[in-house]
Nanobody, 117 residues
Framework: QVQLVESGGGVVQAGGSLRLSCAAS????????MGWYRQAPGKQREAVAV???????IYGDSVKGRATISRDNAKNTVFLQLDSLKPEDTAVYYC???????????WGEGTLVTVTS
């Protein structure tokens, strides 16, 4: 089992920045990919950014150029820096960790980000 704990959410003004953190604990040796998804009210969950344990990154179209995902493998922690925030970035941000063999997706409980205009 893997537990994910997110932190860093809150209320930010448009144009500001936010840094989210997610720490994984438990059976982390099989984790490959870690990342962030988000879900806005009334919308489907969407991918924000993911990073592999070798540092390969993929960003969602809605945050490209404004987001930076990074990872500290030694501490099993993933970070998301989101700049030039917009009101449409308001959502619950969920951390995810993908385990291989057997493949399984773990999810954190989410952290709310509210961007005010």
């Amino acid at each position: 089992q893997v537990q994910l704990v997110e932190s860093g959410g809150g209320v930010v003004q448009a144009g500001g920045s936010l840094r989210l953190s997610c720490a994984a604990s438990g059976s982390t040796n099989r984790i490959n990919v870690m990342g962030w998804y988000r879900q806005a009210p009334g919308k489907q969950r969407e991918a924000v950014a993911v990073i592999s344990n070798t540092g390969t990154t993929i960003y969602g179209d809605s945050v490209k150029g404004r987001a930076t995902i990074s990872r500290d493998n030694a501490k099993n922690t993933v970070f998301l820096q989101l700049d030039s925030l917009k009101p449409e970035d308001t959502a619950v941000y969920y951390c995810t960790a993908v385990q291989t063999l057997p493949r399984w997706n773990y999810w954190g409980e989410g952290t709310l980000v509210t961007v005010t205009s």
